[in-house]
């Protein structure tokens, strides 16, 4: 059964914050050229006096039910989100919702035994926008939706919810109107997320965690119970890769009815000579800011290593990547400089004043500047996590060394004040990328960084790598454009040591090798095209839609 309607909620609608706006902004066009249906898509109204970028309003799309929807009372602007295929989008404003705020609570509590009791943060906003977008859902079928049912035809509707924040929604829609086909996504549990930012060991004591006790001892509890309650409930049930499907199984007390696999659109990857072009200028950036910043000239044949992401310091292994650059950095053996670029957004103040002096001078600059491991100003520069391990283990760009290390605290916009490039522009730049993680369910980086062509290490604790992995049908190699290192809650120095080897090993490979690495990197993120995975999707829909019926 394929759907006649598709609504997608989510908080990263028209709002890029993380992975789940690649997942939903690469695979729009291909969902709308696979099923046919209208797809519509939920997000938040945070744009309210500036320009949102991502979103073109257009007054004359759906006017009929934009008109009945205000006289409803909802505050919601109806558009195009500026992605491909350009899908119809609606932003919500959720804030009049907190002054029933409690009343939604106790409906919840009452209607699914959702515990809101111990909310904070942002539980109260991510709920009042899911409250808000199913409100949004409702008055779509009635005021579209039902007209197409009045002329015999019997619409079949899908709700897909994405994350803990959007679940409540999902359970009040469901109980509002039942012949909607609910269906749940988590792509990383609250309790698994949470369990290893807090230093505790998940993967060898999964067996014997139980979710409710850690949500209890974590403080998680009415985040885990909106996501326990919405896993359950829902009409399908769904995640994104094996390893979190282990989570959801026992942290959750369900698996998962499908893994929708996430899937990457690469039409956005220059191609030929503009690949070439972009290459060259992003390496005369990089190496320019490090030459400034360092106070060194850096050679044409540096061998330019990255990792990105958000600035999860363990799970994002943020922490091994630097030890094991600093054991690289004492490898005796190591005949090339290597300069690394750690792109995690932190507590940014702003661009360096002495760095964008020295960069717009045209004179060469012969001393580094003052901490010169980072390329902007932080708010916390004395207890940052990065800086203060690079200071521990004495990862201080030493001249002498052939290892330096620049901390990239910044969203790469292309108006950072410093590299003034966007991150896609950048990354083409790259000679290698590592995302060491020790939690990731899934891990669009590193399919990001090979469909630049740049040969990617991550590990055998992302979806991703596991992935990778199976292609192969054993570990994947560093050969075979992805190096995946087995990673576990008590091997740290051996994954470390395989990641220096891993780049040590790089260093000596020759052009050809290195070229023969770039093409076989990016014939892997072409077997990760939307087209190969949105039969996952269509398999969700159908099971959600048989359960209605």
Sequence with gaps: MTPDHIIEVSWEVCNKVGGIYTVLSTRAKTILTKT???????????????????????????????????????????????????????????????????????????????????????????????????????????????KEAKKGNEPKVIYQAHEWMTGLGALFLKHWIPSIATIFTTHATSIGRSIAGNMKPLYDYMSGYNGDQMANELNMESKHSIEKQSAHRVDCFTTVSEI???????????????????????????????????????????????????????????????????????????????????RLADEPTLDRDVLAFINVPAWVKGPRKDLQERLESPLNSVTPLETSVISHELYNMDDDKALSMMRAIGLDNNPNSRVKVIFVPCYLNGNDGIFNMPYYDLLPGDDLAVYPSYYEPWGYTPLESVAFHVPTITTDLAGFGLWANSLKGEYSQLEDGVKVVHRTDSNWNEAADEIKNTILAFTKMDDKLVADLRRRAAAIAKKALWDKFVKYYLEAYDIALSKVK
């Excluded at 989100?81 to 899908?87: A, L, V, Y």
């Excluded at 039409?267 to 360092?294: H, I, S």
């Design 36 to 146: 046919n249906a209208q797809l519509v898509f939920i997000g938040p109204e945070l744009w309210k006096d500036v320009e949102n970028p991502l979103f073109k309003e257009d007054k004359r799309l759906l006017a009929g039910w934009r008109k009945k929807a205000t006289e409803e009372g909802l505050a919601i602007r109806i558009g195009r989100w500026n992605i491909p295929g350009e899908p119809i989008a609606v932003l919500v404003d959720f804030t009049p919702y907190y002054n029933i705020k409690n009343e939604i609570y106790a409906d919840a509590w009452n209607l699914f035994a959702v515990d809101s009791l111990h909310a904070y943060g942002d539980y109260d906003e991510a709920s009042m926008f899911s409250f808000a977008a199913a409100r949004v859902a409702e008055s779509y079928y009635k005021h579209v939706v039902a």
């Design 244 to 326: 979190t499907d282990v989570e959801c199984t026992q942290l959750l007390e369900k698996p998962a009815d499908v893994i929708l696999v996430n899937g990457f659109e690469d039409d956005f990857v220059p191609k030929g000579a503009a690949f070439t072009a972009k290459r060259k200028e992003a390496r005369k950036v990089m190496l320019n800011v490090a030459g400034k910043l360092l106070g060194q000239e850096f050679a044409d044949d540096t061998i330019i290593v990255s990792t990105g992401g958000r600035y999860e310091f363990r799970n994002k292994g943020i922490d091994i990547l630097l030890e094991s650059l600093k």
